[in-house]
């Protein structure tokens, strides 16, 4: 089988496709023919991490195919059957936190970026119809991201009024369109006035520049005294805005730190203002199938910015550092 092996660390980072022995599946494993994977924030975090881990490495967290072969025991998954699949490893059974051993496929276990993967039958549910291997591929690692941060995090619901941070990002993409189909006034913050229309035209309500000092102000205006919640991956300097825009008792839900891993902001903005911060990442096997079910009865559909060749993975990842990228880069693999 061909993968593409990560075989030097750096920015821009060093692909080859190498040819590996096909993989068997042992006791409760399944070995998936992929059809599409894609790129997500954090394989640039891992490649340009030097000494994460061994090399030659294949990443990759998303991930659609097609169920080749099944190991003994395995029940429920059968050869044939058209899968996505659940990129968190080791979750456990609590849903606040996952266990200590809890990581995420694509480095150090290989991950998708090749024709097949090996992986424990718990981490593949069946692929949403009506979606394409494309649409299916991009669904996995932001849609879960975004499924925890909405749902669980902020709690969404109808008349919400929620702020998505970043939007352009894969993960805002699913923020926008799940919090609107939950029922939820859902405001943008972005770069350029383009993506904010585009973010309107997912679902959000309206958006504002976040080099402009004044948008919490203005925000705070169009929600109507501020935000019950917002969601960030930026982190940095970002926080004291977002702080400043929420209503008494808001929250702000944070899953990254794109921007810088450090912020400084005043401690009364959240104890005297009743606010709270609450931090996440991926989401449990359970919250994993709520979002597929969501995703079969509702309308939206994952946001593909570019679909490349798995030999033109080099391109893909300069892509997913593009300034222009709204939503998600895609690997065509089969």
């Known amino acids: 089988m061909r993968a593409a092996r990560l075989v030097r660390f750096g920015a821009p980072p060093a692909f080859e496709i190498h040819d590996l022995p096909d993989l068997v599946p042992g006791p409760g494993k399944v070995v998936v023919d992929l059809m599409a994977a894609a790129l997500n924030r954090r394989d640039p975090w891992v490649w340009t991490w030097p000494d994460y881990c061994a090399l030659p490495v294949t990443l990759g967290s998303d991930g659609a195919g097609t169920v080749s072969a099944v190991g003994a025991g395995v029940t429920g998954v059968a050869p044939g059957d058209e899968v996505v699949i659940y990129p968190s490893l080791e979750w456990g059974e609590r849903e606040d936190v996952p266990t200590p051993e809890f990581d995420i496929l694509g480095a150090p276990t290989d991950g998708t970026f090749a024709e097949k993967i090996l992986l424990p039958a718990a981490n593949v549910f069946p692929k949403p119809a009506r979606l394409t291997w494309e649409e299916a591929a991009a669904l996995n690692l932001a849609g879960l991201t975004a499924w925890r941060a909405a ?184």
């Open 151 to 334: 749902v669980t995090c902020a709690q969404v619901a109808p008349g919400m009024r929620l702020l998505v941070t970043g939007a352009g990002s894969g993960v805002s993409t699913f923020l926008v369109q799940i919090a609107a189909a939950h029922g939820a006034r859902v405001f943008v913050t972005s770069s350029t006035q383009e993506k904010i229309a585009r973010a309107v035209a997912l679902g959000a309500e309206a958006g504002w520049s976040y080099r402009d000092p004044d948008w919490p102000d203005a925000v705070r205006a169009a929600a109507g005294d501020g935000l019950d919640a917002a969601i960030d991956s930026y982190g940095a300097g970002g926080w004291p805005q977002i702080l400043r825009a929420l209503r008494r008792g808001g929250v702000l839900v944070s899953f990254g730190d794109t921007g810088g891993a450090e912020t400084t902001f005043e401690v009364a903005e959240v104890y005297w203002s009743w606010r709270s911060v609450v931090g996440t990442t991926m989401g449990s096997p359970r919250e994993f199938r709520d979002l597929l079910d969501h995703v079969a009865e509702t309308t939206w559909r994952p946001v593909v910015d570019s679909v490349f060749p798995l030999e033109e993975i080099a391109a893909a990842a300069a892509r997913l550092e593009s300034p222009e990228r709204f939503g998600k880069v895609v690997l065509r693999i089969a």
